[in-house]
């Protein structure tokens, strides 16, 4: 990561499997800090991250919700979807950038962990190169389930 110009921050929270009691501490620090937070949704829909943060965010947050092109109307194997997406993570991308580039901190909503087949993770190889970047980790909807049905995994 290098120092970018205009003193943005690129933040990726980790929402956890939806219950907003599993948001940890640092999570909730950083939505109560952060200028914009941005989060993934099907279009007409809030997106569980952003449902799940509801009352958490710092008054007069501007939201930025990234709206996916196509969720199951096309099938992941047919290279329109792929198309499709890419140019969604890019244009998602260059829209969070630009915040940075505002100097502004941006927190991107991810469900369950970030880094965990999370959608921000497509943002984060786009811009931590060049903008400071931290990730806050979540709680993932596989250790949710077997926290909740009392199974130990080994």
């Keep these: 990561m290098t120092e970018a110009a205009g003193g943005g921050r690129l933040i990726g929270v980790g929402t956890g499997p939806g219950d907003p009691e599993l948001l940890t501490l640092k999570a909730v620090k950083a939505l109560a800090a952060a200028d914009v937070v941005a989060h993934f949704a099907k279009a007409g829909r809030a ?12 008054p007069g947050a501007v939201e930025l919700p990234l709206l996916y092109p196509v969720t ?31 100097g502004r901190t941006v927190a991107v909503l991810s469900e369950g962990d970030p880094l965990f087949y999370g959608s921000y993770m497509h943002l984060h190889v786009r811009l931590a190169p060049r903008w400071p970047a931290e990730v806050i980790p979540g709680v993932t909807a596989m250790s949710g389930c077997w926290s909740q049905a009392g199974l130990p995994l080994v």
Excluded: K
Excluded at 49 to 56: L, P, W
């Design 47 to 58: 997106g569980n991250a952003r449902r799940t943060v509801e009352g958490f965010l710092r």
């Design 72 to 102: 199951t109307e096309i099938p992941w194997r047919d290279a329109r979807y792929a198309e499709a997406v890419g140019g969604f993570y890019a244009a998602a991308a260059a829209a969070v950038e630009a915040h940075l580039a505002a």
